[in-house]
Nanobody, 129 residues
């Protein structure tokens, strides 16, 4: 059974930092795009960052560029999201998601984070001002 589990959330003051982890089981992260999304209260879910395992490129939303860094540990089948200089507007539930980097025949994707197949339960990040 494919599972993704996000962890590492918590309460932090503005300007602080947290590191989120996303552990996968039932499949190998190699060959998959892994993305972080977040959803703030009353807002739609938005992408935060994404790793394309095909070319190892990374995408970051403009709102987190320069503050957040995504990395992976293949041996642990885990990806991380290092979040620095946190702001109150970063408060949200953070989810990780995955899909094969190469889709089935005829399937195309519009972005690194398009068409995610597997979703984990989120972890809450609260940034106080």
């Amino acid at each position: 059974e494919v599972q993704l589990q996000a962890s590492g959330g918590g309460l932090v003051q503005s300007g602080g930092y947290l590191r989120l982890s996303c552990a996968g089981s039932g499949f190998n992260f190699d060959g998959h795009n892994i993305a972080w999304f977040r959803q703030a209260p009353g807002k739609e879910r938005e992408v935060v960052s994404c790793i394309n395992s095909g070319d190892n490129s990374k995408y970051y939303a403009d709102s987190v560029k320069g503050r957040f860094t995504m990395s992976g540990d293949s041996a642990k089948n885990t990806v991380y999201l290092q979040m620095n200089s946190l702001k109150p507007e970063d408060t949200a539930v953070y989810f990780c998601a995955a899909r094969p980097s190469v889709g089935p025949p005829g399937k195309t994707y519009s972005s690194c984070y398009d068409g995610m197949d597997f979703w984990g339960r989120g972890t809450l990040v609260t940034v106080s001002s």
